[in-house]
């Protein structure tokens, strides 16, 4: 009949997949069964072993995949091998929600870096904060409790060393549960951060890498000896460039990142290209004259990215928008 056996999820990267957890969770009732997966099962050998391999010797009956995996070493390759092993195979069912679900693997295959989604609270007038260095409270706490969920989806946060100053921030997740653990990244090119920076006292809970030139290196050797003895990773660029900043986090397994400002990192996200998603959290009030923009020297409106429907969180409304790409 027509009845669930069995369900998964990968976890992490190196963890099971999850056409196995979803096996493991099955068992024997798998045997003669329908497989539905949101992305094609892998056929080589990485971290774990090939899923074809598994689903072959479960004895299941076909397979449904809604899309195709974009890795090198696969694109094609599981659907071929599960049909040349007598299992049918569709793909194609709910290829849209199934692409987004992939989205930040799918970013780290076709363009070598993660998923990124550039996020600000602001006012109705687009800034954050009422002047220059000053730290402003604008959204309520349904935001907050959002901000949180989001955080605990991703794999790191990244903020510029202007934020770290001004707001001293944890960049932990806060009041949900995390599987994995969170990266922090502090893009602080003039080796500002400061030793006693509260982000430092959480590498417990994940790595905190400094992403700065080697210039930057060079010219303030004791402030990088002081951040690598308080915890810190030192990332060592040979110039200023958030695109190859970016790629360079896929090596600590980051696929899914978020860019939550301030407003110089934002504006250099922006004009690297690298931003794929903007979600702002606006509260009802305005800064007016002096206040700092979402984003320095300019940027898009909030109402000229478009995006989905807004939604109200308490008294603050959350707009998203993807940005288009063809890559």
Same mark, same amino acid.
């Given at each position: 009949g027509d009845r669930v056996v069995g369900r998964g999820y990968h976890v992490r990267a190196g963890a099971p997949h999850a056409e196995v957890m979803a096996l493991n969770d099955a068992g024997e009732a798998a045997r003669g069964g329908r497989l539905y997966c949101t992305l094609e099962p892998c056929a080589h050998t990485g971290r774990t072993g090939p899923c074809v391999e598994r689903i072959v010797n479960a004895g299941l009956h076909d397979v449904v995949v809604g899309v195709e995996d974009p890795n090198p070493r696969v694109n094609g390759a599981g659907i071929q091998y599960l049909r040349d092993h007598g299992i049918a195979v569709s793909v194609g069912l709910r290829r849209v929600e199934a692409t987004r679900l992939n989205e930040a693997f799918f970013s780290v295959q076709r363009r070598a870096r993660p998923f990124v989604t550039m996020k600000a609270a602001v006012s109705l007038d687009g800034c954050i904060a *009422?002047?220059?260095?000053?730290?402003?409270?604008?959204?309520?706490?349904?935001?907050?409790?959002?901000?949180?969920?989001?955080? *605990?989806?991703?794999?790191?946060?990244?903020?510029?060393?202007?934020?770290?100053?001004?707001?001293?921030?944890?960049?932990?997740?806060?009041g949900v549960s995390r599987t994995r653990p969170l990266v922090r990244v502090l893009f602080d090119t003039r080796m500002r951060t400061p030793t006693t920076a509260r982000v430092l006292t959480t590498t417990d809970t994940g790595p905190v890498v400094v992403m700065t030139t080697e210039a930057a290196v060079d010219a303030w050797p004791?402030? *990088?000896?002081?951040?690598?003895?308080?915890?810190?990773?030192i990332e060592a660029l040979p110039r200023r460039d958030p695109a190859l900043a970016m790629s360079r986090l896929v090596a600590y397994d980051v696929s899914d990142m978020l860019v939550e400002g301030g407003a110089v990192l934002h504006r250099g996200v922006w004009d690297a290209d690298v931003v794929d998603r903007v979600r702002f959290y606006v509260a009802p009030?305005?800064?007016g004259r002096g206040a700092v923009p979402w984003m320095s020297d300019g940027g898009p409106s909030i109402a000229a990215l478009g995006g989905g429907e807004p939604r109200w969180l308490g008294d603050d409304v959350l707009v998203e928008a993807d940005v288009q790409r063809t890559d």
């Open positions: *009422a002047a220059p260095g000053e730290r402003t409270a604008l959204t309520g706490p349904e935001s907050a409790a959002h901000a949180h969920r989001v955080r *605990a989806w991703v794999d790191a946060i990244g903020v510029g060393s202007e934020t770290v100053l001004v707001d001293d921030p944890l960049l932990t997740a806060r004791a402030r *990088a000896a002081g951040l690598e003895a308080a915890g810190a990773l009030v305005t800064l």
